[in-house]
T-cell receptor, first 115, second 112 residues
Framework: DAGVIQSPRHEVTEMGQEVTLRCKPISGHNSLFWYRQTMMRGLELLIYFNNNVPIDDSGMPEDRFSAKMPNASFSTLKIQPSEPRDSAVYFC?????????????FGPGTRLLVL | QQPVQSPQAVILREGEDAVINCSSSKALYSVHWYRQKHGEAPVFLMI?????EQKGHEKISASFNEKKQQSSLYLTASQLSYSGTYFC?????????????FGKGTKLSVKP
């Protein structure tokens, strides 16, 4: 079975540009998470969806970040405009159910560099 | 709210043992352990659901002390392949269902 798929794997952009990260969760999984990983702050939850509905976006840094999940097999994380401090690895993860104690499966990540 | 992991880093020789600790200030429902190799995604190792529960995965095992709000990961007879950064993810009673808050990680290096 295919795991979580993310694209692009690497993105280099200039400050002020719009960046769109994409994620395809594991088929049949009902929850999807977006994380950001940096050396300073570690692995931070940005937002998560249950059954395509955003449940908690309190981790989204500011209005420049937005996330959507139009259907069960696709989600996007958009940064507009991007800033150098947004440089990080962005992971998408999915899990089978919406309840407690469900294992999360991570995608390979997108390495974002904003110049 | 972020769990505290200790030590931050550890260097071992092949065959040596290590213990990684994860402590929370909040009551824990479950603890999830992951390993991440450089440039790769975190990979799930095991989940501990009940106070006192212990689990094993190859020569890697873990325990969960619900009263102390902490979990420990035990690596015995370490192998080169165990190198990586180990994260605990904690699920708290007060938090959103299924949300994990990750510690900053413990970097483990196993030398020949």
């Amino acid at each position: 079975d295919a795991g979580v798929i993310q694209s692009p794997r690497h993105e280099v952009t200039e400050m002020g540009q719009e960046v769109t990260l994409r994620c395809k969760p594991i088929s049949g999984h009902n929850s999807l998470f977006w994380y950001r990983q940096t050396m300073m702050r570690g692995l931070e939850l940005l937002i998560y969806f249950n059954n395509n509905v955003p449940i908690d976006d309190s981790g989204m840094p500011e209005d420049r970040f937005s996330a959507k999940m139009p259907n069960a097999s696709f989600s996007t994380l958009k940064i507009q405009p991007s800033e150098p401090r947004d440089s990080a690895v962005y992971f998408c993860a999915s899990r089978p159910g919406t309840g407690r104690s469900q294992t999360q499966y991570f995608g390979p990540g997108t390495r974002l560099l904003v110049l | 709210q972020q769990p505290v992991q200790s030590p931050q880093a550890v260097i071992l020789r092949e065959g040596e043992d290590a213990v990684i600790n994860c402590s929370s200030s909040k009551a824990l429902y479950s603890v999830h352990w992951y390993r991440q190799k450089h440039g790769e995604a975190p990979v799930f190792l095991m989940i501990l659901l009940k106070g006192g529960e212990q689990k094993g995965h190859e020569k890697i095992s873990a325990s969960f002390n619900e009263k102390k709000q902490q979990s420990s990961l035990y690596l015995t007879a370490s192998q080169l392949s165990y190198s990586g950064t180990y994260f605990c993810g904690t699920e708290t009673y007060g938090g959103s269902q299924g949300n994990l808050i990750f510690g900053k990680g413990t970097k483990l290096s196993v030398k020949p």
